[in-house]
């Protein structure tokens, strides 16, 4: 089969600016998946992972958005495969840490006090979590130029893009949900490049130990969240 990934209409990361005179949105109905995950180039075409099956059409696309930042996020070299997934996982993370901090800065209202601890457990308790993705994608590649800083800015850019573009105000509930789904995208995300890195056998018990302690913590953020949103 084609290992080239099947999308529909990927627009570029202008056109899915709030600024753009045509306020385009990412495309609902976007999917992908690799036929063959041995035969591209991760720079070039994307990662080899792609959910099909999700709750909605919705979360299909926030996870093709996380997924696509992956080609700005690391390079691509013959052994640095498992390193690179890595790079995803901690582009996607930084995002979430900064939307999550942005909204503990910007909240208000009667749950003002409440929402503003609430997002800054949330992002403060993931930085430990984004440190050890760092540190794990150096030494799996075995590379420190894996990680580099404008590549992950421009990842982190196309994640924040899909969750917050559109509106720049949004209110205490909106900030909730947004952060929510989010969460959700992000462990759907995580499931992926798991799956991934074991069919490709780049993953090591100790990738292993911190994916899984990631994945818990932010389930642990997921309860929180939606305790809140009900």
Same mark, same amino acid.
């Given at each position: ?10 627009? @570029?990361?202008? !056109? ?13 109905? +976007? ?11 991760? =720079? ?9 099956? @999700?709750?909605?059409? !919705?979360? $299909?696309?926030?996870?093709? $958005?996380?997924?696509?930042?992956? @080609? ?9 495969? *498992? *390193? !690179? ?10 995002? =979430?840490?900064? &939307?999550?901090? !942005? ?5 208000? *209202? ?5 929402? /503003?601890?609430?997002?800054? $457990? ?7 979590? &984004?440190? *050890?993705?760092?540190?794990?994608? &150096? ?7 894996? &990680? ?12 924040? /893009? ?27 995300? +995580? ?18 130990? +911190? ?6 913590? /932010? ?8 305790? $809140?949103?009900?």
């Amino acid at each position: 089969m084609d290992p080239k990934w099947k999308a529909v209409s990927v627009p @570029t990361s202008k !056109t899915a600016c709030s600024c753009d005179s045509g306020k385009a949105k990412w495309p609902s109905s +976007l999917e992908a998946v690799w036929q063959n995950p041995t035969a591209y180039d991760a =720079l070039e075409d994307g990662p080899s992972y792609m959910p099909t099956k @999700t709750a909605s059409t !919705t979360d $299909r696309a926030a996870v093709a $958005r996380m997924v696509q930042a992956n @080609t700005y996020a690391g390079q691509k070299l013959a052994d640095e495969v *498992g *390193g !690179t997934r890595l790079v995803s996982l901690l582009t996607v993370m930084k995002a =979430l840490y900064l &939307i999550h901090q !942005t909204h503990h800065w910007r909240t208000n *209202g009667a749950s003002y006090y409440a929402d /503003h601890l609430l997002f800054q $457990r949330i992002y403060e308790e993931s930085l430990e979590y &984004i440190d *050890g993705m760092a540190e794990r994608a &150096i030494g799996t590649s075995n590379n420190p130029w894996v &990680i580099c800083p404008m590549k992950l800015a421009k990842g982190q850019l196309n994640v924040v /893009h899909f969750f917050c573009e559109g509106n720049s105000q949004p209110s205490p509930e909106q900030m909730v949900n947004i952060s929510l789904k989010a969460e959700l995208a992000f462990l759907a995300f +995580l499931k992926q490049v798991v799956e991934a890195m074991r069919q490709e056998g780049s993953s090591t018990d100790g990738v292993e130990d +911190l994916i899984q302690g990631t994945a818990s913590k /932010h389930e642990e953020f997921v309860y929180l969240l939606q305790q $809140r949103s009900r």
